[in-house]
């Protein structure tokens, strides 16, 4: 078998002829970006060959691989097969890096008023007058301390197993834990003395990408810690339908299921050691994710949700016990697993309402969640459609020449000199560019629209006479950063090609918000919010969202950002046990519309695939900022 070789690291693995780079490097445990999930589309397995022969046709990839990457033997990881021993370069840009993941759950209007509670308590050692059993002394005192009654908490065996040891030793002075689960109360801890006061929870974030956790204190809901992971999934495929391709490979799914475990664990080590608790500590799990992921972690084969007629195994909420699927906290733990819609609508988006707080109130609301793939929804607290679809990787970076996600070096902002069409930009954590991410993307898309540098259909004007403006490898460009500027050395430039795919993905969510709108016989001027959640739609301009259509107009006003709805959810759950009944609520009143089943949304997919839309009545403060675009340009 050949061995193939990683440098600077040496790091050593044998795989079989015939496999890929990236099957090797995954082997050897690195993190490699698979954007497209290995189809040789997205360019972002770049591996360089240092020796040894491999089988890649260069010319097949010419328009992803430049000449000069061509010559230093630059071939892609996903397509490149392994012949004979090799020693490989992975570039940092090609391995997962540090995302900039949002943490931020915003304010969490709700009532403390959690599923699990602890009692210190004093109990009166037994004695030939009272020789009541140890279990039963304990829960009267519990009933005495104004817990549940005696008769309705149950006390599992292993806790039972403690009881007699724990009161001897701490001369009868002890702290009972006792939790609310959907068959009634049940003891689930007893120690020594008073640690009433430790009493912990942790709401969860499950994303494809990252995992974002937070620790609470149950006694008083303050936050005790925050930590947060990329999913560790991610080396077995970046988008979902690749995870589940690989969950059916043999042992792929208990492959990821562990993998999920592990990001979660790595990310309430982090939030743990930063409250200084102990992880023993943590009496409940929530977690809100979309279908598919928290049927991974549940070990439940997700297979039939991407095969017609597209079925989860399980939409109502689950709960188990969180060390059963090996999460790192107390040994009787609980976890709760938020409830789902439908294969694609899934207990983050039911997160995203709750924390939105749209199923409370009369009026209408638009909510838009915006990743690789999407999923919107419409309405108020007595009716709400909803539906998701595949905005393509665009918005997040991946098919853009110089795209990449929210990473150190990423341009996140660009204003663009109407006049002189010399961007002025920033970058995450001010690092020399390495290129676009999604908000600097849009950012870009309405700034160059604006300027006239494209026009509605994202065609650039090569008559503007300005060095910005050029003709690339075949086709026209616009040059956003100077090689000098960069630290790729390369000029970072947006190409009409890359231009043509935001539009197209911009299209497929504003189709998909005008469908519901039509089904719903709502006009844009009675939808009173929109809401943006996520890390995408957190960090955009909502005024260059608009301009560019990829939301309805309404006044700039009405459009908020509510940070990372699904931590946010998930930590309402956790502090306010009621909320976790209206979830069910929530699931069950919302109907999910098949966007492939509806003729009107190809139509309105058309009239999307315009700056902002073919109709601009629908748009009318762009339309009156691109007349002026045309007046100052002399071309009306
Ligand atoms: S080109 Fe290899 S993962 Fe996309």
Redesign the pocket.
Known sequence: MPTVTFLPSFRKVEIAKGRTI?EAAQKAGFHV?????????????KVIVKSGHTEFDHEQYES?LSAAEVEDSVC????AKVIDDLRVVIPDATLVQEQQILVDSGEIPTALNPAVWKYFLTLVPPSLDDQSPDLTRLLWEIEKSGGPQERAIYAPLEVIRRIPRVLRESGWKITATVALVPGGYRLIHVEKGDTASHIYGAAVDLGTTTIVVYIRNLADGHIMGIGSSYNHQISCGEDILSRVTYAKSGGGLAKLQSLAVDSINAALTEASNSAGIDREDIYEVVVAGNTIMTHILMGIDPAYMIEEPYVPVVRRYLTTAAQRIGLAVGENSGLFIFPAVSDFIGGDIIADILASGMAEGEEISLLIDIGTNFEVVLGNRDWMFTCAGAAGPALEGGEVLFGMRANPGAIERITIDPVTLVPSFSTIHNQKPKGICGSGLIDLLAQLLEACVIDRTGRINMTIARERIRMGRHIPEFVVAWKDETAIGRDIVVTENDIKALIMSKASVLAACQTLMNKAGIARGEISRIFFAGAFGNYLDKNHAITIGLIPEVPVGRVTGIGNGAIAGANIALLNRRKKKVLDEIAQKIAYIELNAESAFMDEYTRSCFLPHTDLSLFPDVETKLGQCRIRRGSA
């Open positions: 990236l970006n698979v954007v497209c999930g290995g189809q040789g589309k997205c360019g972002k397995c992803i892609l990881a996903c397509q």
